[in-house]
């Protein structure tokens, strides 16, 4: 039995689950927990030398199946050097992307298959899956139009409307695959509401993990 937990975030660019998450990681601080944050791809130092690779936007030659293979292994090496030890030393790791963003984005954004990139990422984590994953579902055009501004876009974020909708589609394929798993929260509402729904899911895990 693991001796931490370990939940992930996931959603379409744009979706807000970086600031949902953000502000959620203070209050669970400020009550006393122990809470690792961290990110894909990278999180490691070899894993943000593979990130570099993976979304230079210079690298448009990249092969789909290459990214795939690329995003697996940066995975891999993040688990190993960061969340594995972490999670063993009792924290709560709370990691912003993991395997469901290869499923949605490569396997079917890119049109790989979600089950071949499920056997690659199989390969790569070992059996190691979240505890639970929160879903932000936004509409994609939406998500797009709030990254807008940002001014370092990279070679995901600036895909066509096409892919990010099937992104999306992979997304809602994604879910009812790991139903328990995979929580949805609608994230086309106010910060505030987004904030304090992820507050009580992460913190109905924490306590039926504490009362078992
Ligand atoms: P970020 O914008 O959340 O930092 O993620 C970087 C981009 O990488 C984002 O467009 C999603 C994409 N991505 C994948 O395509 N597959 C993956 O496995 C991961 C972790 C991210």
Redesign the pocket.
Known sequence: MRKGLFLTIEGC?GSG??TACTSVIERLTQEGYDVMYS????GSDIAEQI?KV??DVKNTAMDVRT??LL??A??RQHLIEKIIPAINQGKIVIC????D??L???GY?REIGIEDVLKINQFSIEGYFPDLTIYYDIDPQSGLNRIASRKNL?R??V?SLNFHNR?HQGYQIVCQMFPDRIKVIDASKSKQEVSEQTYQLIKEKINSYESR
């Open positions: 660019d689950k970086t990110r894909e791809p990278g990130r993976i979304l990214e795939a995003y697996a940066s995975r912003d992307r993991f395997i963003s290869s949605a984005y490569q954004g990279d995901l974020d895909e992104v």
